[in-house]
Structures are given as structure tokens and as C-alpha cells.
DNA sequence: CGATATTCGGTATGTTGCATAACAATTATC
DNA sequence: GATAATTGTTATGCAACATACCGAATATCG
């Protein structure tokens, strides 16, 4: 059987002209062929990502924080006493787009910006407390709930499998 | 051991009268620590989604296509006679984003709408002989260069595996 | 030392991808 | 035949991403 939605109500086509095309009864549901489409790393790549980003906006939306806020929350917490240019760098923003991410941030006070002594031009970065106490909620919701809807679907060995080949990729590519 | 790059030349720091830091000898190259970022799928996922689709570009960059243009071009050819809203819908874009990337196609005679006749609201597409060969080309030059490249990365039966995983991502998350 | 180049954060700006509302034409529904 | 739904389309807004440029501060080198 082909068409599963369209539930009940099925028209039974007691007699019909069929005017032009008998295919027609069920309204063309059929679905389209993906074809070579399946076999491109690049298109699965992207559906799984912006199905798992989804997902992790829907987990964490209690916190409203964004994959990318996330990470810079994770990096600050990790390497305290970088500036900016460091911070951007290691997760592929660039400077300039980096300067609205984190006035926003900031005026959650999540974190905040210190004029280095050092280097005066530069920027320490510093999660606040405020910021610590949301990364944590937020590291909670991701593995008991992100993560662990993904450790349920693949298994944790295949998890781990598909991680570091992903990690490969974008290291070695 | 953790530092692995900055290789040789090690500066040995003999006797230096260190002004402020003495850690300030190699320029402070330490790497950030991604620390629980490399752990989170989402993460590594985009950033390989990214290396990928850069990768891809410049594979086919002599025929100008971008991945979302090949998309469209395979599935044109592998269900003929389907209308705009059933290419798009089954390549995740919304019908009025598909509106300009079809005139671009088209301005390229790499496909047509045609007026259906049984429903003259919608466009049956098609892809052109020019589109065809563009086609045929193309797909020469993912499967040589792209696919290969990360066949030669991954290995064949790592890649199947997680071409699947990413599959099932898409579908069942 | 001082002139030049570089780096840092920031602004301005443009492009692209993605999402929603609305519309005319056409078709389906009742 | 009146109403609802669908198709392609336009307009529009938002977010992600990229480039050029600026002033301030620092580094480099003659």
C-alpha cells in the first residue's frame, strides 16, 4: 500500500469516466525518488544538522540560548582570560559578527567584557556568575535531553563512531 | 603531553629578565581548549557540514553550481513532470524561496516551467538537454573528486556507515 | 627614538538563506 | 454557484555570513 495519510474517508471510484488519467484516483501521492540524492554525503550532512540544531533549540529553549551562544558560553567557561579575536577565531565567527553576539550575551549579563591591562586594545572575556548558573542549566538540558535523545536513536558506539568521523572531516578535509 | 604543535624551535628560555610573563616567550600559541564542544554533535556536525559544502563548491566550481542547484538538478531528472511546490517541498524549501532559484536555472537553460495542462496553476519542470549535460557533468565531478576525496578520507564501509547515521538523523529525529 | 606596519574591537554594508503574509489565477469542495 | 483550497509569485523581514574600513593601541624596524 502506498498512501498511508489522507487517513479514512477513502473515495471507493464505484464508476468512473476517468476522464484522462486513471492514476488519479489517489491524487498522485506518489513520493518523489530522491535518486543519487540519498548517496551525497553533503545533502544528508545538512538535513541531519538543521535537524539537530531543531532539536537543540527545542531542549534548551527554557534558557533561550542558540548553538552558537551555547558554544561561546562553553568556550568562556573552558579558556577564561581570552579576548574576542581568540574566542571568534576558534569557533569560526568572524570578528565583526562576533561584536553583536556578544553585546547580547552581555546585556543578559552572561558575560562581560574587560579592557585587558595587558594589551589595552584587547577584550578579556568573563562568564558572570549569572552566566556560569545558565551554562550549567543549560550543559543539564543538553545531555539529559539533546544528547540523549541521540545516544536512544544511534546507540552510544555508533554515536561516538559518528563524532569522530565528523570531527575528521572537519579537521582533514 | 599536550602541547604537540608549535613544533620545533623550542625557545629554551635561558635567562630572560621576563618584564610581565614568562610564559610570553612563544607568543602565547596555546590553543583554546574546546573542552565539551568536541563532545557536541550539533557542533562538529555543522562545522563538517560546512568543510563539505566548501569542499563541493570548489569540485564543481567550472560548472558553477551550488550544492542546492545539484539537488534540484538530480531530482529533476529522476522524477520528470512534477510541479514547483513537489520539488521543493521534497528538498526542504519553502515555494517562495524556490521562486528565484528556479529563474536562475532557467536563465541558464538548464530547465523549464511548462504550464500543465490537466492544472494550469502549476508549472511542470523539466530539465533542458543543456541541463542534462550539465547534469551529467556535474555528477562526474562529485563522484571523481568530492565523493572520492572523502571516500579516501573515511574509507568506503566508514562512509556508508555514516551516510546512514545521518540519514536516519534526518528522518527519525 | 620615531616612522611604519600590525592588531584589536567596532561600524557599515552587502549577500545569502530562510521564514511569513498576502495576492491573482485556477481548481476543488459542498 | 458560493466558498475554500492550491499554485506560483511578490514583498518583506530576520539571521547568518562576508568584506572593507576606522580609531586606538601595540609591535616592528630603521
New binding site residues.
Given amino acids: 500500500m502506498t498512501v498511508s495519510k489522507t487517513a479514512a474517508g477513502d473515495a471507493p471510484k464505484p464508476s468512473r469516466p476517468a476522464r484522462k488519467e486513471p492514476a488519479e484516483v489517489s491524487a498522485e501521492n506518489v513520493p518523489l525518488q530522491l535518486g543519487e540524492l540519498s548517496e551525497l554525503l553533503g545533502y544528508s550532512l545538512k538535513r541531519a544538522q538543521l535537524k539537530i540544531f531543531e532539536d537543540f533549540l527545542r531542549c534548551v529553549a527554557p534558557l533561550q540560548l542558540?548553538p552558537?551562544q551555547f558554544s561561546v558560553l562553553l568556550l568562556l567557561d573552558r579558556n577564561p582570560g581570552r579576548?574576542?579575536?581568540e574566542i571568534a577565531s576558534t569557533l569560526g565567527?568572524?570578528?565583526?559578527?562576533f561584536?553583536a553576539m556578544?553585546d547580547g550575551l552581555e546585556s543578559r549579563e552572561l558575560c562581560i567584557?574587560i579592557r585587558s591591562t595587558n594589551?589595552?586594545?584587547?577584550?578579556i572575556l568573563m562568564l558572570t556568575d549569572k552566566g556560569r548558573a545558565v551554562l550549567a542549566r543549560a550543559k543539564k538540558l543538553v545531555a539529559t535531553k539533546h544528547e540523549a535523545r541521540l545516544n536512544e536513536l544511534l546507540g552510544p558506539s555508533k554515536r561516538a563512531a559518528l563524532l569522530e568521523m565528523l570531527g575528521k572531516i572537519a579537521r582533514e578535509l
Fill in positions: 542558540t552558537a579576548n574576542q579575536t565567527i568572524l570578528r565583526p559578527n561584536v556578544l567584557r594589551d589595552r586594545r584587547s577584550h
